[in-house]
């Protein structure tokens, strides 16, 4: 029978180096454990006061200070002990295992609520990665209201058009409605109120993107329509009346893009000929891509008309693009995984001539490197790596 408190038969201060492997014992050990946090259905995870205090003001509050709690129980009824438990592990250990968007902001809406910036932004490196797919969770609508204008007021998430946002918010504003209450266009714009809807950036859209996407949902009145219409076609600012729920801001929300990536003959000194395909034809453009650090494609340069698949290894289409000339820009840029292998795919839209080389290679971007089988002459355009 191993002994409490030792590993190895020695105690675990004698074993353990290092701060960060103390603390994960604690963590995982629940020594010296001076709290148990109650969660629905009885669920109870044990804790130690001064780290979560040292990490969250409001936990400081709650735990050490005047008023605090003087019972080892500390009960968070409204909490899911899953999630909360994802906050604990990089509490501690200043890391968190993140499985997909719903999770990672189920865990940032905890860490707004009790101010652990860390943890916040740890949940945000992951957000940014496919901003679309976060706006159009259904987990957007139990975000709190300032955690929701948190994420609409960043400019380093970019969004395929600003619908997306303005969409996640009208979703947001439905969710706040009661039972009894009628889901009124008006009803809604007064659960977001003037002060929330100001964050969406209505000058960057179109305006068949403002009509097909604002005014159907009679969330702004008739005449804010028409003034914010004249806005994005130009008309000056400062004749709106001054109410308009109007952000004045012009620029995009996306960073711009820092390094354009050419694959061609030249820079790689590859063997290849010329290959004629037909409008029926599947040109795999890019064979066995992968990277060594997570990245995103925004868009490619082809030569010719048609569609194009970014499809994973198991052969699905993870984006797709159509484009009647050369350039293909996808809804949202293709997030490539670390260490994973892809394949770029090419419809023609009629009888084309494509280089096409034999051989692969590989390419350092940043602190990237690209690596490829087969390839045929195309251009990516490329976002800095993200945090794998």
């Given amino acids: 029978m191993v002994e409490k408190g030792t590993l190895g038969g020695q105690p675990w201060q004698m074993v353990l180096r290092g701060n960060m492997e103390c603390l994960e014992y604690l963590h995982t050990s629940g020594e010296y454990s001076d709290l148990d946090i109650i969660f629905p259905e009885g669920v109870c995870i044990k804790a130690h006061r001064l780290i979560l205090s040292m990490k969250s003001p409001v936990f400081g509050a709650m735990l050490m200070g005047p008023m605090a709690t003087t019972g080892k129980q500390l009960n968070l009824p409204e ?33 707004h609520k009790y101010l652990m910036e860390p943890a916040r932004k740890t949940c945000l490196q992951m957000l940014s990665r496919d901003p679309d797919a976060v706006m159009s969770s259904e987990t957007v609508s139990h975000l709190s209201k300032e955690a929701l204008r948190d994420l609409l007021k960043r400019d380093d998430i970019c969004f395929s058009s600003e619908a997306v946002p303005f969409k996640a918010l009208i979703a947001w504003g439905r969710a706040q409605l009661g039972p009894e209450e009628e889901p009124s266009g008006s009803a809604v714009r007064q659960k977001i109120g003037d002060d ?59 960073p711009k ?30 064979e066995g891509l992968s990277s060594d650090a997570t990245i995103q494609l925004h868009h490619m340069y082809v030569g010719h008309g048609g569609t194009l698949n970014i499809m994973d290894d198991e052969g699905k289409a993870i984006r797709s693009a159509t484009s009647e000339d050369d350039d293909f820009t996808f809804t949202r840029p293709a997030v490539l995984r670390k260490d994973k292998k892809y394949r770029v795919v090419f419809y023609p839209r009629g009888d084309v001539w494509l280089y096409r080389g034999h051989s692969g290679g590989r390419e350092r971007f940043r602190n990237a490197t690209l690596s490829f089988s087969r390839f045929h002459i195309c251009e990516f355009y490329i976002w800095n790596p993200t945090s794998s």
């Avoid at 499985?99 to 860490?111: G, I, K, N, R």
């Avoid at 993107?209 to 702004?220: G, K, P, Q, R, S």
């Fill in 257 to 286: 893009l820092r390094k354009r990536m050419k694959f061609s003959r030249c820079a790689l000194r590859l063997p290849g000929s010329w290959a004629h395909y037909t409008s029926s034809s599947e040109v795999v453009l890019v």
């Fill in 79 to 111: 909490d899911p002990h899953e999630v909360f438990q994802k906050l604990l592990d990089h509490t501690y250990l200043d890391r968190m295992d993140l499985e997909s968007v719903e999770e990672a902001l189920e865990v940032y809406t905890l860490a």
């Fill in 196 to 254: 929330l809807l100001k964050e969406v950036r209505f000058l960057n859209m179109s305006c068949n993107e403002f009509v097909e996407n604002v005014v159907a949902t009679d969330v702004l009145t008739r005449m804010e329509c028409f003034h914010i219409q004249r806005a994005i076609d130009g008309a000056d600012l400062s004749i709106l009346p001054e109410d308009t729920p109007l952000n004045p801001t012009r620029r995009g929300r996306a």
